[in-house]
Structure formats: C-alpha cells, structure tokens
C-alpha cells in the first residue's frame, strides 16, 4: 500500500462527464488534451489515451479507456501510455474497462469511435519523426478492409502491393481510384467508398474525381486506363502474400488462471462466475483474446502485477504481440467476456448504475494511495422514452387459434384476449406517402398451450408469405405487450380462461376447473397505464388482496358491476374503467366504490375485506439498445457487437440483431438467402435464451422480424434514418455507389467507369437531377435521387456541377482538338482511339434517338446544341444557385418560433434544414418546449433526440 496519495494528473480533473470521447497525446511523458479538430489522427511515432464515455442503464456513466500504441512509437511513450491509463481509471473511479490498442490491429470497439477510419500518419510529436508538410500533396496507395469498422493501411505504391482478394484505394491529386481486387468482399468494396467520399471532402476540398477500377476489366481508354498508367501501364497482378495482418486468431474455450504473486495457476473445471473471488486478479485466456478479470477488492499492486502477468503469458505462448488485451473490473464486465460461461447469474455484483459499488472501488483506491478528483456522479434512473407508434386510423384484424384453423374475432370483440387461447393480430397502416404497411403478430396466452402457439406461428408466417414478406412479425406474450400493440386496442382486456378446443381439453385432461371469464359470473380486472400506449385491463383473482391503491379496478358479480379507484389512481384510469365496463357489458350501470367508502356487497363479492397494498409501484422500462451479428462457431451461437452503430451497418447482406432491453429485433437484408431468411424467429430465439443466461434478459420479451425496405417507426427510431437508404434492391456496393455518387453510378458498375457514360445517359440523368434541384415538388419518374448532402442549396449546386461536366464533355467530344481526360498520363493509344471515336458516333445517334437534349421540364430551358446558348444557360442556373445559397446561409442563422417551426404549422418557414427543426429556435424557446438546454439535448443520443422531437411535433 502506498505510503502518500499521488496526485492526479491535471489533464484528468473532470473528465468522463458528459457523453463522447476525450484524447490524449502523450508529449514528453505527460498526456496532452487533443482538440477534437485532430480526432482520427494518429502519428506513428505517438501513444495515446482515448476515453469513450457512454450512458448506461438507470442514467449512470459506463468508460472504456483505450491506450493506443503506434508502431514506431518508443518503449518510453508506450509505458507511459500505460500508467496514465491507470491514473485515468482511477479518476473514474477505478471501474472502467481497458483496452490495449496496437496500430493495425485496433479493436472494432475502439475504430467505431472514429468514422469512416482512423488515418495512421507518419511521424510524430514527441518520438523525434518529423511531421510531413500537409501542403505537398503525396500519392498514397492504401488497403482497405473491414465491413463495418475499416482498417486503412498505407502500402507502397507499386504493382506488387495490389492483389486479387482485397480492396485498394489510390489517392492522387486530382482523381481518386478504387480498385476492387476480383475476389474482394462485396461490403469492403461499399466501405471503401465511405472512406473515399471522406478523403474527397477533407483532403480535396470535394472537387475531385472518383473512379472505380475493377479487377480484370481492363477498357484502355477509361478510368481503368488511367489507373494502370500510374503504375507503368497494365500487367498481371500476383496472388496476395500472407502477412501478420491477416492472421485472424481463432476463439477457443476459454481457459482460467489465477494470479498470486505474478504467478498463473489454472482453475480446473467448466467456466464459472463462482470461480471469480473478488479479492484475486484472474487470466482468460480466449484464445482470440486475453482477458484479466480484476476483483473490487484487489491491491493496486496486484492489479498491476495481473498486466505484467498477461504480457508474459502472451509472449510464453508465442502469442503474436499484437494479441488483444482487456482489463475488466468486477461487476462492470464486459459482453464479450460473459459469453464465454455458460450462465452469468444475476447477483451481489456491481451494475452499471449502482453507486454503492462504485463508491466501494472509489474508496478502496483511495485508501491505497490513489487520489480521486473529478469522478463523475451517475444521474438516478428514469422512466426512458416510448418509441414512436404506429401509424393511426389503419385497419385491425383478430384471429383467435383453435384447432389447426384460425376463427375472426368479431369487430365489437376486437381487444378482448382470453389467458388460455392464441391470437394473431394483423395492422394494415400507411406511412407517409409509402403503400400500405403490415404490422403482423401472434400474441400467445400465459396458459396457451404448445400446440396452439405452434399453429399460430405456423398460419402467421403464411399470412406473411402471401404478403410477399412484407409485414413486420412479432411474437408478443401476455404481460409483456409493447407500447405499439396496445395503442391498437382500447381498451386492450385480458381475460381470464380461454376458448380454443385445445385448451379446454388440456383442463380436462389435468382435472382442472375452466375459470374462464363469463358475462355473468364474478370477475375481478384490474386497469392500469395512463396514455394509450400502456392502458389495458387484466383480469385477476376476485378476492381483496388483487386491489391496489394505485390502480382501478372492475368488480363483477352477476348482474352488478363496481367501479373502484384507488386513492393514487389517476384520472385517465378512472376514465378507462368506465370505457372497459362499456366495452364488457355495454349499458351497465356502474356502482361507484371509492377506496374507503366500500358497501358491504363490495366486500361480499371478493370474500370479505383484507388487507392490500397501498404502496405506489412504478414500473421502469429501460431502453438500451444494442446491435449484434452473429454466427455459429463449431454449433455454438455467438454474437459480435456493432458498437456506435448507424443505418448504414444494416448491411444488406447480412442479418443482425437489435436488442433494445425491452425487445429483440432480427433485421434481415434482402440478399440474405432465402432459406435462411425463414430462420429469423429460431435465430432470434436462440440469441434471447443466451441473453437470459449472461445478461438477465427477460425470456418472454417481444421479438420482431423486420425486412429491409419495410422497417417500422418504432425500429428506426434507433437509428438517424434516411428513407433514401432503405431501398431493398441492390447489393451493398451498389447501394453505397447510389447513395454517393447518383443513380447512373449503379446503373453502370458492371462497366468499372463510374465517371465515363454514354453522352445521353449522362445528360437525361444531369437533366433529371437539375429539375428535381430547382423544382423539389417535382413528380418526375426520371428525378434523380438527392446527392450527397442535405441543404437544397448544395443539391442545386451538384446538379449544376454535373449538367456542366456533361456539357464541358460532349464539347471536347465534339472538337477535333479535345485533351485527354484529366489524369492520364500519357497519349491514347490507336486502339483506344479507335474506341472513343465509336463510342461518340454512338452517342451522336443515341441523343438523336432519346431526344433527351430537346428535353423541357418545368423552370429549366430547353438545352441547345449552341455552344453559346449552353453558356448562357449555365452562368444563368449558377447565379440563381448562388444567390439561393446565400439566402440559405442567412435562414440558417436565424431563429424562429415554434408556431413556424413544427410539423403542424399553418405558416412553416422554408430554406431550412428539416431534419433539424429544433435547432432554428430560440435558446429561451427551445428550453421551453424541450424542456432542456440545446448542450444538454445534443448530448442525448440520437435516438432519445429524435423521439422528444416527435413528442412536441419537430420531427
């Protein structure tokens, strides 16, 4: 124990208070605060320290500190990284999780945090390397590889780096090439071009070009050309030499030691949480990756012993150094470390927003000579928002299950569910100007037996199947209703019993008496909620220890109906009581039974007064979602997490899992094989069985199946959604080609030129994306999709930049004296000339066919072959341009009201960004109707912004 408290550094006082990330570089031997201007580079010859601070449930703060280490850095920096890493961990109070980052071999975690890629760069502060001079621009070669979380590394430009199985990325100074290896992954392809659109914009100030090159297509005279001129002019390529980078470790069954005294000693037997003492550090070994699980109550010095400990075991294996390691503290483990026991039972441990635990740690690490400033309080847990619902005034259909046939359930029946019978509920809704959408569920009764939920499920998926997929399943369980189903239904009444001949028969068979709900006999329901989507009504025991004073309740007995309400009722409750006795026994006249005013008939009709509960019970829904993929290793399920994930990590390709905490998710792609697309539920349930074991997940929770194209406001509502992304018609690559680069992109990518088309394809697609720029109501079938951005004067901006290039072309096409493309680095050859002069006689007739150039749409000219008039034409439609940007730019500084600004307005502001409605108000305005500063709303994440946009209309 140490003698003294060591200070803490000062560049840690208050860090981890507020959501986001927080850099230091270290510059001699000390951690320097990086300014986020400087976020996602990284010197070679540096270390650094990266804390990710994140919500976690109730409110409370969850950390993971990352220390990275580039690979010309020195022994000194990197140690230094180290023990600082430490310091910051003690200033959160000695719980957050440590990574060790080594450069090219950085966690999935770790690169989410910097989007598209982080960009390794030579040199370095404190190493001595001399920083390159940014202003002498350098053709740099890179490989590119990842699906979601892209590793960029620099190669040598040479023929030799380039090979058939990967994607690369050549960055000159006016064109940038992609060139897509012909074994090369279709989603590292469709990444590669985030990366690309990114390099454009930062370091081209987004005017120069892009090709795609693809492997084995060579065409002299393209892009492809120009591609192979920069390295010498084209020859083959040789296979790829494996290297360390593409060693990719294999998961193992995990193997654990203890360490005493730095010594590992092997704890036989099968994984358990048991095994873990809390006063000991402890190895796992993963194979794939080294855990060091540290207890609450372990020294400082053991702690630091454990870490010497696994860089020892590492290298005693002949491990590669690169292997990854985690520090983990107890009760703040991590997914990944769970999922390698069987169970992780819910205990006395730490949860991510218990403040006792913490304050122990807190204290501990104090007492052995660790000063603690700054360490960030955790908020109390609060009711999280309700998703977004389902659009209303759609039409519902109930079926009840009884046999191996499904009967409608009449109109006036429709929201009444028996305990013991099976239901499938079908919601046919429109959003927006879409086609009719599907909301499809089976809701299965607690006292349901099997073969009823198997039957349901079975006629549901027919259902779905003949509406050609469409419709988002849901398996929903009684008592676990979420808030878009019971919005279909008020009042949504649950019952007692059941109706199925499958049922009753099971009752016979146990020598059980049928209590099924009658119109005449005594029943007990209890209403609760408080808005439409949690109001329902439950039929419990009819005896007074079922009554609560927060709630209401119906008493039944014959002909007599009771309306009771508690004394913490609410209002809205005792209206609903009053609109459920209507919807049971329409036109029964009620007998009011205040709490504490009850008739002696009340209490004879529950078997006599006793005693209830009188306490308010609030039940908290936390939301906190996560996306995983997964996959079978060796028949095991496993999953892996997409950390700080977006819309665009819903691959098209893939199925992945989205688990809320208060429901599950399978989203599939539309290139997913059919076969196994008929697997989500299975998959979807296997992933809920293993989260009930590791994560205390509720086994009955709500599980979707959700299609790509048809996803549901309460899914989206997780992600920052663009409705343009979510077309279900093309693989990724091409999807991504569309959304950067324009239609005509993905129309030609088998041709390996995304720049070169055809003289009248290009121009009716400039022609068509101009109009939909200066005419946005336009309901032209040949519009072109927005580029890429969002404000309407730089949408204007491509167009006109596009219908330019275009022109400027077909002129050089026309002129005898036209130049090479720009890039090209030596003189067509007389093959290639001989094509080009085709392909411009092609295009002559093709434009004389289509007539695209005599084209008029509404407020454009008609383009004229005179050189002058499309001049005239384009100095007219970029001084329009301009002046509509800058009336945007002033818009943008302005404020509004609210009155003008939200969805419903009479009098709405135009030229403003409508996605960001929010931000055009007042700060004194914005306080008022978000009810929190503008700095406190944009550290929410994005999802929790969106919804409280929708509740006041700004969305």
């Known amino acids: 124990m140490a003698s003294s408290t060591k200070v803490l550094d000062p560049a840690f006082q208050g860090v981890g208070q507020r959501v986001g990330t927080e850099i230091w570089r270290i510059e001699n031997f000390q951690p320097v605060l990086l300014p986020k201007s400087e976020y996602g580079k990284f010197y070679m010859g540096d270390s650094y320290i990266v804390l990710q601070t994140s919500s976690g449930k109730g409110g409370s703060y969850l950390y993971d500190i990352h220390f990275w280490i580039g690979k010309d850095t020195t022994q000194d920096e990197s140690g230094t990284a180290a023990i600082k890493t430490v310091e910051l961990d003690a200033a959160l109070g000695g719980r957050a999780v440590q990574h060790r980052e080594l ?18 760069l030579e040199g370095g502060v404190a190493s001595g390397f001399k920083t390159p001079e940014e202003e002498k621009f350098e053709t740099r070669l890179y490989v590119c590889k990842g699906k979601r979380n892209v590793r960029l590394k620099q190669v040598p430009f040479a023929r030799s780096s380039l090979n058939h199985d990967d994607v690369f990325i050549l960055d000159t100074e006016n064109k940038i090439y992609q060139f897509n290896g012909a074994n090369s992954n279709i989603q590292e392809r469709a990444k590669a071009l985030e990366v690309i659109q990114y390099f454009k914009e930062k370091y081209h100030v987004g005017t120069c070009d892009v090709a795609i090159v693809d492997d084995g297509k060579l065409q002299a005279e393209s892009d492809s050309g120009e591609f192979w001129v920069l390295f010498g002019g084209f020859a ?42 809390n006063n000991k550090c402890y190895i796992l070994d993963c194979g794939a990756e080294v855990f060091i699980w540290v207890g609450r109550v372990t020294q400082v010095e053991e702690r630091k012993a454990a870490s010497q400990a696994a860089e020892e075991f590492i290298a005693s294996q002949n491990r590669p150094k690169s292997m990854r390691i985690t520090r983990v503290i107890q009760g703040y483990e991590t997914h990944s470390f769970k999922s390698n026991f069987e169970s992780w039972p819910l205990g006395t441990a730490a949860s991510g927003a218990e ?19 700054g360490i960030a309080k955790g908020t109390t847990p609060v009711n999280e928002d309700v998703p977004p619902l389902l659009e209303s005034g759609g039409k519902t259909e109930v079926w009840r299950i009884n046999g191996s046939a499904k009967t409608p359930v009449p109109k006036e029946e429709i929201g009444k569910f028996y305990s013991g019978d099976c239901y499938i509920v079908l919601y046919t809704y429109h959003s927006g100007d879409k086609k009719e959408d599907y909301f499809l569920c089976c809701w299965m009764g607690i006292d349901s037996i099997q073969d009823d939920q198997m039957m349901a499920t079975r006629l549901a998926n027919t259902m779905s199947n003949s509406l050609k997929g469409r419709p988002v399943q849901g398996r929903i369980f009684e008592g676990k209703e979420p808030p878009q189903f019971i919005a279909l239904f008020q009042p949504l009444v649950v019952l007692k019993g059941g109706l199925s001949s499958g049922y009753k028969k099971n009752l016979e068979e146990k020598g059980l008496n049928d209590e099924t709900y009658t119109a005449d006999g005594v029943a007990l329901i209890r209403v609760s909620g408080t808005s439409v989507h949690n109001n329902k009504a439950v039929q419990v025991d009819a005896v007074a220890a079922s009554l609560s004073s927060d709630d209401c309740f119906l008493l039944q007995s014959g002909s007599s109906m009771f309306n009771w309400h508690g004394n913490q009722s609410t209002f809205e409750q005792q209206q609903l009581v009053a609109k459920v006795a209507e919807f049971l026994k329409p036109g029964v006249t009620l007998k009011h039974a205040k709490e504490g005013t009850e008739s002696s008939a009340f209490w004879s009709a529950v078997g006599g007064k006793q005693s209830y509960t009188s306490k308010k019970v609030t039940q908290e829904t936390v939301r906190d979602p996560h996306l995983y993929i997964f996959s079978f290793n060796n028949g095991k399920f496993e999953v892996s997490e997409v950390y700080n994930f977006s819309q665009d990590d819903l691959l098209t390709e893939d199925m992945l899992i989205l688990d809320t905490h208060a429901e599950v998710f399978v989203w599939v792609g539309h290139c997913v094989d059919s076969k196994e697309k008929q697997k989500a539920f299975e998959f979807g349930q296997v992933y809920i069985e293993m989260a009930t074991k590791l994560e205390g997940l509720s086994p009955d929770l709500p599980l979707y199946k959700v299609t790509e194209g048809n996803e549901p406001c309460f899914f989206t509502t997780y992600f920052s959604w663009e409705s343009s992304k979510a077309t279900a018609h093309e693989n990724s690559f091409v999807k991504k080609m569309f959304s950067l680069f324009g239609a005509h992109s993905s129309e030609n990518q088998d041709k390996s030129n995304s720049s070169n088309q055809g003289g009248a394809t290009q121009r009716a697609s400039a022609l068509a994306a101009l109009n939909s720029a200066f005419n946005p109501s336009s309901s032209s079938k040949a519009a072109a999709p927005k580029p890429f951005g969002t404000s309407r004067g730089s949408q204007r901006a491509a167009a006109v930049a596009a219908l330019s290039n275009v022109l400027t072309a077909e002129q050089k096409k026309r002129s005898p004296e036209a130049s090479p493309a720009r890039g090209s680095r030596s003189p067509p050859t007389e093959e290639s000339s001989a094509r080009l002069k085709s392909e411009n006689a092609n295009s002559e007739v093709d434009s004389q066919e289509g007539s695209p150039v005599k084209e008029t749409e509404e407020g454009i000219l008609s383009i004229s072959e005179s050189n002058g008039e499309e001049s005239e034409l384009k100095q007219e439609i970029e001084q329009e341009t ?11 500084s302005k404020t509004y009201s609210y009155d003008q600004l939200n969805t419903k307005s009479t009098n709405p502001v135009k030229g403003i960004d409508f996605k960001r409605r929010e931000a055009y108000l007042s700060d004194e305005e914005f306080q008022t109707v978000l009810g929190m500063t503008k700095e406190a709303f944009y550290q929410l994440p994005k999802w929790k912004q969106d919804m409280r946009k929708k509740k006041v209309a700004l969305f």
Not at 239 to 250: A, F, G, W
């Open 355 to 373: 403040e006792g635990g913490r304050g122990k740690v807190a204290a501990l690490l104090k007492q052995q000579g660790i000063g603690l400033k």
């Open 236 to 277: 083959p390529i040789g296979k790829k030499i494996p290297s360390e980078d593409d060693v990719i470790l294999e998961k193992t069954p995990g193997k654990l030691y203890s360490i005493t005294d730095g010594e590992l000693k092997m704890v036989e037997g099968d994984l358990s949480k048991s095994m873990l003492e």
């Open 882 to 892: 301009e002046q509509e940007e800058v009336q945007q730019d002033e818009n943008g």
């Open 103 to 120: 450069q090219g071999h950085e966690s999935d975690k770790f690169l989410s945090y910097f989007k598209p890629c982080i960009i390794p």
